[in-house]
Structures are given as C-alpha cells and as structure tokens.
C-alpha cells in the first residue's frame, strides 16, 4: 500500500506532468528507471568492450608510428 506522504507526492506529480492519473504518473516513473537501468548496463558492457579491445588497439598503434631517431629499436 502507498503511504499517505508518497501518494502526495504521486498527486503533486500528476498535476506537473499533466498525466490523467496516478498510474499514469507511475508508469513513467517505471520508463525513467527502466532507460537508467539499460544504460548503466550499455556503460558496463562499452567498458569490457574498451577493455579487450585496448590490447590489440595499442599494438596496432605501435605499428604506425613513425620511426623514431631517439628511440632504440631493439
């Protein structure tokens, strides 16, 4: 059961939003949380991603790098 201070709050809402009922309010609530959710998990899997991509990126990079006089080659 909601709390009388949380179905206030679902009122005031209502009347910003200018949704047509307290569901209403509520299910948009659920949509913001559901795009958080999914987004946190898009950062998660870019991260491991970025993380075993990194490797062989740097590897590449090493190959095109201009010749260096300064540098040794050993």
Do not use: C, N
Request: proline residues 4%; without cysteine; aromatic residues 2%.
């Amino acid at each position: 059961m909601l709390r009388e201070d949380d179905d206030r709050r679902i009122e005031r809402l209502k009347t910003r939003l200018g949704a047509p009922s307290k569901v209403a309010v509520v299910r948009s609530a659920l949509d913001l949380l559901e795009s958080q959710a999914e987004h946190a998990e898009r950062v998660v899997r870019w991260r491991r991603a970025a993380r075993l991509a990194a490797a062989s990126s740097a590897e590449v990079l090493r190959d095109f790098q201009p010749p260096s006089r300064l540098r040794r080659d050993d």
